[in-house]
């Protein structure tokens, strides 16, 4: 629906990053009464995540409606222009494009902006108060906007506020505790702000999913290879996602009849089979050398690489980025930039022929961030890769006996992204008879919500769509 002018209506989003509709629309929605009243009065579906399905840069997508090659953001971390070895992490300053609440904000809309990442450090947008996100270095760094809000957060979440939990280490009755207590606090301070602040529009992000699914896969999921029955967590998936569904209760509440709510996530989540080594399998293909062999495991970045032999390497990751060493673009490239894109469509033949550890063909996919995306700015690859289906994450580092390891290679991790995340809209003044809807995209959020608000929809390139069936519900 269409807020009307002079209407007290208004919109809340609450992102819970990592979800998937197996797990909330499916097997513990019979737990979950808030979800399941919201679910079967509202409308759903699967909402499709961008390439790459990654946190950083979802949350942009969804809230500019631009893909991931026009925010020039690829994943968290970045290589700095052609260098070998600099690289910087995403932070709030790298986006370019308008959000939701910036456009809302031109229209003197007042919003609440609770951790969507990347939030740090916290923009200063005119009516709006934001808190920063899971990047946040530390609680003694400004992480408001404006800066007096921390003392009043910090207030409302009794002293201490949780951006993130440590959550690749073997301490999983650590995780759990301090995972617990992170989210509880997230949602008190969501209640403070959304009952003491003007708002009205209201977004939060929790970033607690996404470590329940990396540090505890294996112990919920009876398909996952590892899974041991009757192990200490292996209804942490169900005990997590009911605290979190009685907190969304008590917020919805606390938004009253006036509010339409979205819940929504970014990508999905689902078991790892394994890592693959990608700059060994460079090497074996006679793409990468190295002066002298890796003695143990080493980052790529570590390793002594003959660049005037090395004509690609790879970083790992959720997903593969591939650089070429080309001359004139990296400090020591050999590729004369005339063949590479000759060198390039060999490459993806060379990917899309890899098999696993059985022997049976990967499900890979390779793409070139300027046909995927139409425009690919900043640090782009060369190559992306996902490897079967991104069941394999890529593993950057060197000196591994095999190709495939089923531990991954940067800490105790058993789950990878996949592309569906969850879409529900809920309106306590009406029931919408709990109706499935069909092709939601990540990126249509943002301009459903600006029409929703009256906000022109910006004609510059925006990927998303309206979705009409959420406007003319
Ligand atoms: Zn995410």
Redesign the pocket.
Known sequence: MVLQSGDDRKVAVIGL??VPPEYMFSKLLSKLPNIKRMYERGLHGTLVSCDP???VP??MVMMTGKNPGKLGIYGFRHRKGHSYKDGYIVNSMHVKEETVWQALARKGKRSIVLGVPPGYPPRSVQNCNIVSCFITPSMDKVFTYPAELKSEILASSNGEYIFDVTFRTENRDAIKKELFEMTEKRFDVAEYLAKNKPWDFFIMHE?GF?RLHHAFWKFFDPTHPKYVAGNQYEHLDEEYYEMVDQRIGKLVDSFGEDCITFVV???GSKGMRGAFCVNQWLQKEGYLSFKTPPSGIVDIEKADIDWAKTKAWGWGGYYARIFFNVKGREPNGIIDPKDLPREEKMLEEKFNSIRDDKGKKMNNLVFEPDKLYGTALGDKPDLMVYFGDLDWRSAGTVGHDSLYLFENDTGPDDSV?SMNGIFLMYDPKRNLGGKELHNLNIEDIAPTLLEMYGANVPNDGIDGKVLEEVINA
């Open positions: 990053d990592s399905p990654i946190t979802a949350w970033i996404d996530s970014d990508h992204h």
